[in-house]
């Protein structure tokens, strides 16, 4: 029997076991997925031991994104791009490569949330930190842009958008301003996440209605930001799709099957509401 993990500090509260064990019984695939408590300082001795143990893939959550990638024997493109690991796959020859599937895995709910609607242009992303930078990324490659960014910080705003084509920096207050003009915002701060911090990075009142406006966040499913972009009149998408495509995809790497993700949503979403 195959066995798959994820590894995190805390990781009690992880839903990825339940939704990996659903989607192994689903595809009747002899394989079971179990979280790891490893605490930072040691991360190095827990990849030696899944590698003795036989473990076939893992994903790596808070604390251990960055701090992992020295520990394996490769990691990919888009890890590389994103200096950050969520999902390690196992070659035929017993390699350990590390992946990112975050980014991609967003650009995979928006496109499922919008179906035949498309996105509008140009898109803006609140926030310039490393989620910011995997959907940046993913967006960029997927086709879409121009990009704006409005970040707290505006100095790592212009950081970042110095690395990409097509994109652009606005202050917050510009990015009110304007922000009629966006068909798309995500929200990827941990501004309004339950037990961090409380308020919006920025109001969404002058929203264009029918624009899709996005959190990464799920937990509460709908942030004040979300609340108040839905009664501006966008369309909102919380962060429980991202979660389940960035599952899928890791998924997908392990097994060579893309799980079914539309049950997931509305089971990961029962769990969290
Ligand atoms: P992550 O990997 O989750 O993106 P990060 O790299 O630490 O985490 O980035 C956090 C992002 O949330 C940053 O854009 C940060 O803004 P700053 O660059 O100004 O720090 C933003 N952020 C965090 N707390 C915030 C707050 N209270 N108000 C506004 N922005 C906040």
Known sequence: KKWYAVLGDPIAQSMSPTMHDQWFGQS??????????????????????????????????VPHKQAILPFLDEVDDSAKLMDAVNTVYQTNDGK????NTDGAGFVRSLEEFAGDDGVDAPVLIIGAG?????????????????????????SKATELAAQMRNAYVFSIEEAEQRLGKFGLVVQTTS??????????????????????????????????????????GARIMNGVGMFVHQGALAFEKWTGVYP??????????????
């Open 130 to 154: 490393g989620a910011a930078r995997g959907i940046a990324f993913a967006l960029q490659s997927a086709g879409y842009g121009p990009l704006y960014f409005a970040n707290r910080t505006a």
């Open 191 to 232: 501004v309004g996440m339950n037990f961090a911090q409380e308020g919006v990075p920025l109001n969404p009142k002058n929203i264009a209605r029918d624009a899709i406006v996005a959190d990464i966040i799920y937990n509460p499913l709908e942030t004040e930001f979300l609340q108040a972009a839905e009664q501006a």
């Open 28 to 61: 009747n695939l002899n394989a079971t997925y179990v979280p790891i408590h490893v605490e930072p300082q040691n991360l190095e001795q827990a990849i030696q031991s899944l590698r003795t143990l036989g473990c076939s893939g893992w994903n790596v959550t």
């Open 96 to 99: 350990l490569i590390g992946t």
């Open 260 to 273: 079914d993700t539309k049950k997931m949503i509305e089971t990961i979403t029962m769990k969290v509401g």
